[in-house]
């Protein structure tokens, strides 16, 4: 898990599995990524390592780091899909192709992005 791209997908992944039920386990991270759970559980324990997660009980949370970085990747995956969506691609695509830009658009690219999609159909939350 030596990349950028492998630790904001768990962290977004958390976040996200956070907001629609409140607890996450390594069993839900397994099933929403479609990777093993042992798989997860290495991945776990490094981001515990890198002070991004707690566990506690086999209940894991995004510490106040791990908040703030989930958030930001989260953020851009909202507004990439809602700008691509904006120019005519699917849903399904604009989501897909909103996973892979989210990780490598520089933060001007992106804030001018954000901006000008929102002048056009408003905040990314719609």
Known sequence: MKDKQS?????ETILVLSLRGGT????????????????ISVAMKKL????????????ISLTSDGKRRAAAVYERHRV??????ALGVSEATAKEDACLIEHVISDE?????KTRI???VGDAED
Do not use: H, W
């Open 7 to 11: 630790i904001e997908n768990y962290l």
């Open 118 to 120: 929102f002048e056009l």
């Open 80 to 85: 990439i899909t809602k700008a691509l969506m």
């Open 24 to 39: 996450v386990r390594s069993v839900d991270i397994a099933r929403e990524l479609g990777f093993t759970k042992p798989s």
């Open 109 to 113: 690219s992106f804030d001018c992005l």
């Open 48 to 59: 515990a390592a890198q002070g991004y997660i707690e566990t506690d009980g086999g209940l």
